[in-house]
């Protein structure tokens, strides 16, 4: 079946610190990849998205490179502020199944001052 | 343009009593999906409805658990006769279309929590 793994948290970085969660799957076919941020008590966000090999996906500073090789999309973010301090979800949607998305178990930023 | 809106945020439930959930979409998209969020873990597919229509629900618990998006109104997610383990976070989340590139928006969740 299809899955997600990324990286354990809470990161816990330095404001304009250099972030990377790290972010492998597993999948059937060629999914689209995706990552996807909680702010406190909100809903998720779309962040960015790619949907085939060697897309970048790139928003508010962040990127993520789809490594069909590696099947990875790690996102990275040169220098983090306070207000990116969230939960970071990367997630998949495997081919024929719409917007059905398979979600990691998501990554906790704390960026402090 | 309001985005997903779900209600209540929050909701308490007694075992044994009945849990409603309701999403109402973007204006304009028929397309609708469940997640559940349990406790320190991601969000896992529950159920994906197109207007009257159940197309996926492998995700949903074979009892207890229902969902509908009638041509008018909200979609519902209904739990009956509520456990402890159903405390979780619900998400919905809804698109215009089956395109699987198609951006799904999420609404801001209802907490359920089951005394």
């Known amino acids: 079946g299809n899955s997600v793994t990324q990286m354990e948290g809470p990161v816990t970085l330095s404001e304009e610190a250099f972030l990377t969660i790290n972010c492998t799957y597993t999948?059937?076919?060629?999914?689209?990849l995706f990552w996807y941020v909680q702010y406190p008590g909100e809903g998720l966000q779309l962040l960015l998205k790619?949907?085939?090999?060697?897309d970048k996906g790139s928003n508010k500073g962040f990127e993520a490179t789809y490594r069909k090789e590696t099947t990875s999309f790690h996102l990275e973010k040169g220098s983090v502020q306070v207000s990116d301090s969230a939960v970071y979800f990367c997630a998949l949607s495997a081919s024929g199944t719409a917007s059905k998305l398979t979600f990691g178990t998501g990554t906790r930023l704390q960026v402090t001052l | 343009n309001a985005g997903v809106m779900q209600n209540p945020r929050h909701l308490v439930r007694r075992r044994g009593q009945e849990a409603r959930l309701r999403c109402s979409p973007v204006k304009g998209h028929s397309h609708v999906y469940w997640y559940r969020q349990l406790p320190e873990e991601g969000l896992k597919f529950m159920v994906y409805?197109?207007?009257?229509?159940?197309?996926?629900e492998s995700g949903m618990p074979k009892e207890r658990f229902s969902a509908e998006f009638p041509k008018e109104g909200p979609s519902i997610l209904r739990i009956q006769q509520v456990v402890r383990g159903d405390s979780a976070a619900y998400f919905c989340?809804?698109?215009?279309?089956?395109?699987?590139?198609?951006?799904?928006?999420f609404g801001q969740g209802t907490r359920l929590t089951v005394v």
């Open positions: 999948a059937t076919g060629y999914p689209s």
């Open positions: 409805l197109q207007k009257e229509n159940i197309i996926d």
């Open positions: 790619a949907t085939k090999a060697d």
């Open positions: 989340a809804s698109s215009p279309s089956r395109d699987r590139n198609t951006e799904a928006f």
